[in-house]
């Protein structure tokens, strides 16, 4: 579920910059914020109640990282972080969320992200790989 977590943050915030870069590009750079929704493979749901990401980008590539609370039932929240990077081609956003243990390459992905950029926001789907669940995230670009 932590990394599920991170992943869906960080997929949103990939996918919610849709301004436009000099060349016509998406422009993903910056603070995003939003929530969703997981579903386990035994049919548990998890509310996604916050997730807040900063994004870098370099050409039609970005990475970042990604704070989400997670609350699954009655449970107290449970606050998770993560990082990512990615692909950027048109309005689509794809990438990898996990966490590096040390400097590049110590890294280990544990979920993949889809997602869509659409003017400030964006939404997405995060699947992770170490706990079978599945998410949907919408991030907005903080204005701040």
Excluded at 14 to 21: D, E, R
Excluded at 74 to 90: A, R
Aim: glycine share 16%.
């Amino acid at each position: 579920m932590k990394f599920l977590k991170v992943l869906l943050a960080a997929v949103f915030l990939l996918s919610a910059g849709a301004a436009v870069a000099g060349k016509g590009g998406p422009l993903v750079s910056g603070a995003w914020e939003g929530n969703g929704l997981a579903i386990y493979p035994d049919g548990t749901i998890a509310e996604i109640t916050h997730v807040a990401a900063f994004l870098f980008q370099d050409g039609n590539f970005m990475h970042g990282g990604a704070e989400f609370t997670v609350v699954i039932g009655e449970s107290d929240p449970v606050i998770n972080e993560g990082q990512m990077s990615g692909h950027i081609k048109g309005n689509a956003v794809k990438g990898v969320l996990g966490g590096c243990f040390a400097e590049a390459p110590n890294c280990i992905g544990a979920a993949v992200f889809e997602g869509k950029l659409s003017g400030n926001k964006l939404t997405g789907t995060v699947v992770d790989l170490s706990d079978g669940s599945t998410s949907v995230i919408t991030l907005y670009r903080n204005a701040r």
